[in-house]
């Protein structure tokens, strides 16, 4: 089955400044990779998603990038906030998700 | 609208009793998944359901582990005599189709077994 890497499992960042979370992934069958945000005491949350037809996706200071070839997709967020402070999962699917561990991500004020 | 819902939010149990956990799903979506999350792990994906079947039960841990959804929408988890190493949040999440499809995440439901 797949299996997902994500890396690193904790991430400080002062207040403006960027993250970057990396994930890599094993089943070259995998062609759908979604980005989950989880706040303490709820469940995930997709905040954005990329297809294995597309190698970068965009929104606001949110953004994926996907390189298939390598078997590697990277979470980047810039200008980050407080409220951005939260654990991240990555998934890599055919059908059923196959997550990372997760990243702990720190915003400082 | 309403989100997916999970019943109960919190259960503690003695080890060896069974336990029931209820999932609501979106209306009208068709698929339907149970994740476990231990403390400081990823989700660990159990089973899904497209309609009632269940075409993949390969991340059920156990035969001690069952899953059964009705009418194509409410899906209950059933863990028989349960053990300490049960204990986590049990996720459930829904979506309008299998593949491509963005998945809606419950609360949880976190089960503790003493």
């Known amino acids: 089955g797949e299996n997902v890497e994500q890396h690193p499992s904790t991430l400080s960042v002062q207040e403006g400044d960027s993250a970057v979370i990396k994930c890599t992934y094993s089943?070259?069958?995998?062609?759908?990779f979604p980005w989950y945000k989880q706040e303490l005491g709820k469940g995930p949350q997709l905040i954005i998603d990329?297809?294995?037809?597309?190698g970068e996706k965009k929104d606001q200071r949110i953004a994926v990038t996907l390189n298939k070839t390598a078997k590697h997709f990277s979470l980047h967020i810039t200008e980050t906030q407080p409220e951005d402070s939260a654990v991240y999962f990555c998934?890599?699917?055919?059908?059923?998700?196959?997550f990372g561990k997760g990243t702990m991500l720190l915003v400082s004020p | 609208g309403a989100g997916v819902s999970q019943s109960p939010s919190n259960k503690v149990t003695e080890k060896g009793k069974d336990v029931e956990l209820r999932c609501d799903p979106i209306?009208?979506?068709?698929?339907l998944y149970w994740y476990r999350q231990s403390l400081g792990q990823g989700l660990e994906f159990l089973i899904y359901?497209?309609?009632?079947?269940?075409?993949?039960k390969s991340g059920l841990p156990s035969d001690r582990f069952s899953a059964e959804r009705t009418g194509g929408s409410v899906s209950t988890l059933t863990i028989q005599r349960t053990q300490q190493e049960d204990s986590a949040v049990y996720l459930c999440?829904?979506?309008?189709?299998?593949?491509?499809?963005?998945?809606?995440f419950g609360p949880g439901t976190r089960l503790t077994v003493l």
């Open positions: 999440a829904s979506s309008l189709g299998t593949v491509h499809n963005e998945q809606f």
């Open positions: 089943d070259s069958a995998s062609n759908y």
């Open positions: 990329i297809r294995s037809n597309v």
């Open positions: 998934a890599a699917t055919t059908v059923a998700r196959a």
């Open positions: 209306s009208g979506h068709t698929a």
């Open positions: 359901f497209q309609g009632n079947s269940a075409p993949d």
